[in-house]
């Protein structure tokens, strides 16, 4: 495809040439052949959409790919995950991580490559993921040669819920590696432009659902009955105070009721009430906090109506995630790799969320960093925002994905050779 960077000939690089990675490797991702690749393998994956720990053909298809590239492989990984590696086999080792997994959404986008899985999509840009770690991967594998460590290429399932990346780190895919990089497409940002900060930057996140039992009866002679109902709108009330009355307001929270299912007539008051929601928190103290508070209320709210409550957190269908909380030290670092290849005008702050990433457990392992890539185009109009059935991908923000990752983790390893002395190389002679 194309030769071997000549600033990458040899691993002793200056400054200047440390510098030079990020634009030129953004040039070759930029080259028709390899972003008409790219788009290729992004619409097949749009066009076979397949739901968490499904992902049989994604996973085949990146195999198949990885193959073509020469880039050896495990598989499988937490069911259907892929791990590659690229590089000398040793250290440093870095990572590079992309989800695989789709929504359980209808597509309403009509185009040639629509979903042609019914009531599954790609509304999340996974597809957009996948087709730039492999489009990094690419370009890593045409200077393998001057790469004195290991770069591990992460393709994760289930990360809409599913906590793959729970199961990739106790599958042991971070072992030796020191940093790990991952990326989430934005449609309201502009493109060619990055956004991220240090610190946390996406919630951690809890979900439960809890039934409150009273005793049914005719809703016009409420005196004979227990009712669910009433006690579960106290409940939903006083779990707001949670955060008005409890949490420091500079400790950002959120606790949201989504489900509330009482009876089925107008006359009628059930024996039960289902509620359920999620809970928000930047810190694991605070979620846990949150956690156990939830859990009071909810019971003492309903025996001051004289109804009884169980709560389920549901954490064997949908795990707490962690906070998303980005290492100082990479944050530095990935605004220099940034500038280097967009410029610094093009890095920019984001607010923190209350959305959250299952990247966060590669985190709480070691030093991670996540941003969000910009890929709004003004003049092509407004793209509809994630999980929309409407979504769409501007293709033209690949090559800079692509690139970016490829040079965070190629100046990783020439900025983090691990220092030897004689004697050290003299025993690896020897081995």
Request: with cysteine; charged share 20%.
């Given at each position: 495809m194309f030769g071997a960077l000549p600033i990458l000939s040899d691993s002793n690089l200056s400054s200047k040439q440390l510098s030079e990675i990020?634009?030129?490797?953004l040039k070759f991702a930029k080259e028709d052949e390899i972003f008409n690749w790219m788009v290729s393998i992004r619409r097949k994956i749009h066009e076979n959409p397949e739901l968490g720990y499904q992902e049989i053909e994604t996973s085949k298809l990146i195999r198949d790919e990885l193959d073509h590239l020469g880039i050896q492989y495990k598989y499988p990984v937490a069911v259907t995950g892929v791990v590659g590696y690229i590089g000398s086999g040793g250290p440093p080792f870095v990572a590079l991580r992309a989800d695989m997994d789709a929504l359980p959404i209808q597509e309403m986008v009509e185009w040639e490559h629509k979903s042609r899985n019914p009531g599954k999509m790609h509304a999340c840009g996974h597809d957009a993921h996948v087709a730039m770690l492999l489009g990094a991967a690419k370009i890593l594998q045409e200077h393998r040669e001057a790469l004195k460590g290991t770069i591990v290429l992460v393709f994760q399932p289930a990360e809409e819920g599913g906590a793959g990346a729970k199961k990739m780190v106790n599958a042991g895919v971070l072992k030796n590696v020191k940093a790990i990089f991952g990326l989430h497409v934005a449609p309201e940002?502009?493109?060619a432009k990055v956004y991220s900060r240090p610190?946390?930057?996406?919630?951690?996140?809890?979900?439960?659902?809890?039934?409150?039992?009273?005793?049914?009866g005719h809703a016009a002679i409420p005196q004979h009955s227990?009712?669910?109902?009433?006690?579960?709108?106290?409940?939903?009330?006083?779990?707001?105070?949670?955060?008005?009355?409890?949490?420091?307001?500079?400790?950002?929270?959120?606790?949201?009721?989504?489900?509330?299912?009482?009876?089925?007539?107008?006359?009628?008051?059930?024996?039960?009430?289902?509620?359920g929601g999620t809970f928000r928190t930047f810190s694991k103290e605070s979620l846990?906090?949150?956690?156990?508070?939830?859990?009071?209320?909810?019971?003492?709210?309903?025996?001051?109506?004289?109804?009884t409550a169980t709560v389920n957190f549901l954490e064997s269908e949908k795990p707490f995630y962690p906070p998303t909380v980005n290492d100082n030290g990479l944050h530095q670092y990935f605004q220099t790799v940034a500038a280097d290849m967009i410029h610094i005008s093009n890095v920019k702050e984001k607010q923190p969320m209350m959305g959250a990433e299952d990247f966060s457990f590669y985190q709480e392992e070691i030093p991670g960093y996540y941003y969000d890539l910009g890929m709004k185009n003004e003049t092509k109009g407004k793209l509809p925002y994630l999980h929309s059935p409407h979504f769409e991908i501007n293709e033209d923000a690949l090559p800079f994905g692509a690139a970016l990752q490829a040079s965070l983790a190629a100046r990783y390893i020439f900025e983090n050779q691990p220092e030897t002395t004689p004697l050290d190389r003299g025993h690896r002679d020897e081995l």
């Amino acid at each position: 495809m194309f030769g071997a960077l000549p600033i990458l000939s040899d691993s002793n690089l200056s400054s200047k040439q440390l510098s030079e990675i990020p634009k030129e490797f953004l040039k070759f991702a930029k080259e028709d052949e390899i972003f008409n690749w790219m788009v290729s393998i992004r619409r097949k994956i749009h066009e076979n959409p397949e739901l968490g720990y499904q992902e049989i053909e994604t996973s085949k298809l990146i195999r198949d790919e990885l193959d073509h590239l020469g880039i050896q492989y495990k598989y499988p990984v937490a069911v259907t995950g892929v791990v590659g590696y690229i590089g000398s086999g040793g250290p440093p080792f870095v990572a590079l991580r992309a989800d695989m997994d789709a929504l359980p959404i209808q597509e309403m986008v009509e185009w040639e490559h629509k979903s042609r899985n019914p009531g599954k999509m790609h509304a999340c840009g996974h597809d957009a993921h996948v087709a730039m770690l492999l489009g990094a991967a690419k370009i890593l594998q045409e200077h393998r040669e001057a790469l004195k460590g290991t770069i591990v290429l992460v393709f994760q399932p289930a990360e809409e819920g599913g906590a793959g990346a729970k199961k990739m780190v106790n599958a042991g895919v971070l072992k030796n590696v020191k940093a790990i990089f991952g990326l989430h497409v934005a449609p309201e940002l502009p493109i060619a432009k990055v956004y991220s900060r240090p610190g946390p930057i996406m919630a951690g996140s809890g979900f439960f659902e809890a039934v409150i039992s009273g005793k049914g009866g005719h809703a016009a002679i409420p005196q004979h009955s227990i009712d669910p109902i009433l006690a579960a709108s106290n409940v939903v009330v006083s779990l707001q105070h949670l955060i008005s009355r409890e949490t420091d307001p500079l400790d950002s929270q959120v606790v949201t009721i989504a489900k509330f299912k009482g009876g089925d007539a107008f006359n009628v008051i059930p024996d039960s009430v289902v509620i359920g929601g999620t809970f928000r928190t930047f810190s694991k103290e605070s979620l846990m906090q949150l956690k156990q508070r939830i859990e009071e209320v909810i019971i003492g709210q309903a025996a001051v109506q004289r109804c009884t409550a169980t709560v389920n957190f549901l954490e064997s269908e949908k795990p707490f995630y962690p906070p998303t909380v980005n290492d100082n030290g990479l944050h530095q670092y990935f605004q220099t790799v940034a500038a280097d290849m967009i410029h610094i005008s093009n890095v920019k702050e984001k607010q923190p969320m209350m959305g959250a990433e299952d990247f966060s457990f590669y985190q709480e392992e070691i030093p991670g960093y996540y941003y969000d890539l910009g890929m709004k185009n003004e003049t092509k109009g407004k793209l509809p925002y994630l999980h929309s059935p409407h979504f769409e991908i501007n293709e033209d923000a690949l090559p800079f994905g692509a690139a970016l990752q490829a040079s965070l983790a190629a100046r990783y390893i020439f900025e983090n050779q691990p220092e030897t002395t004689p004697l050290d190389r003299g025993h690896r002679d020897e081995l």
